[in-house]
């Protein structure tokens, strides 16, 4: 039986996807998406309406949050990894990519979510599909801010099929406690052709090559990338902390990285 099968579906537990934006009124979400902000394009006012997204909208961030909470057992669509799991947006990526201020504002977004003193929200972790640029000192301590706060950073390990141990890729890379840098792994288990890879700073692969997921407009589609296997482990990370809610980020990611095959 699936972990779904049990009842464990990720109910009251809440993660974030930090991306294009995510279309909000998708039916596979059921209304479990919300609390977003945006951080690319001033003409955003609705940060759930793709239509008001300029350059390319926000297939991205849906189709990642799909993986990571698509409601199964309802016949149509996919089935993400958690059925019931509640999804934040922050969009900080837009027609020409996304800066590392922008990246920061986005990730102390969801810590100061976490640890205000009024209405916390217990975010676990959030879905960072997305990279490839230099380090930034900025960044680093933004994610070192999201660690203090509890909160796991799932990053695309990247598409340029290099060892990142040699030529590092951020933010894969980085070596804050709370990153898991996920690589991409095909239907077969094996490496991803495009996937980046390296011993000491990528910790996990997961599925990415010919991943079906949700798309803005009630759709659905196919894409390639390490950008779709980091929402399999924070799948997993929810998951996980639905099991065992007492569970810190640090112990969800030790349990996860401990439950691999090598």
């Known amino acids: 039986k699936a972990f779904n099968d049990y009842g464990y579906t990720g109910r009251g537990v809440r993660v974030a996807v930090v991306d294009s ?3 909000g009124n998708h ?3 059921a209304g479990r998406t919300g609390l977003g902000t945006n951080f690319a394009e001033s003409s955003v006012t609705a940060w ?3 239509a008001n997204s300029a350059g390319g909208g926000c297939g991205h961030g849906t189709h990642v949050a799909g993986t990571i909470g698509a409601v199964g057992g309802n016949g149509i669509g996919v089935a993400g990894v958690n059925w019931n799991v509640k999804m934040m947006n922050a969009k900080f990526l837009g027609a020409t990519g996304g800066t590392s ?3 920061v504002k986005a990730v102390d977004y969801f810590t100061n979510l976490k640890t205000r003193t009024t209405n916390p929200i217990p975010i676990i972790a959030t879905n960072n599909s997305w990279g490839g ?4 000192q900025s960044l680093f301590d933004a994610i070192q801010r999201a660690n203090a706060a509890g909160i796991l950073f799932v990053a695309a390990a990247g598409n340029n099929g290099t060892n990142i141990d040699k030529r590092l890729s951020y933010p ?3 070596s804050n406690p709370n990153v898991i840098s996920v690589a991409s792994i095909t239907s077969t288990g094996s490496l991803s052709s495009f996937s980046n890879y390296g011993a000491k700073n990528v910790d996990i692969g997961a599925p990415g090559s010919g991943i079906w997921s949700t798309l803005p407009g009630n759709s659905y589609g196919s894409y390639n990338g390490t950008s779709m296997a980091p929402p399999h482990v924070t799948g997993a990370a929810a998951l996980y902390k639905s099991l065992y809610p007492g569970a810190t980020a640090a112990a969800i990611k030790a349990a996860i990285l401990s439950s691999t095959t090598p």
């Open 172 to 174: 894969a890379a980085y």
């Open 101 to 103: 201020a922008n990246a």
């Open 48 to 50: 759930g309406d793709c």
């Open 27 to 29: 039916p596979e979400f």
């Open 21 to 23: 934006g995510i279309d």
């Open 133 to 136: 640029g230099g380090y930034t």
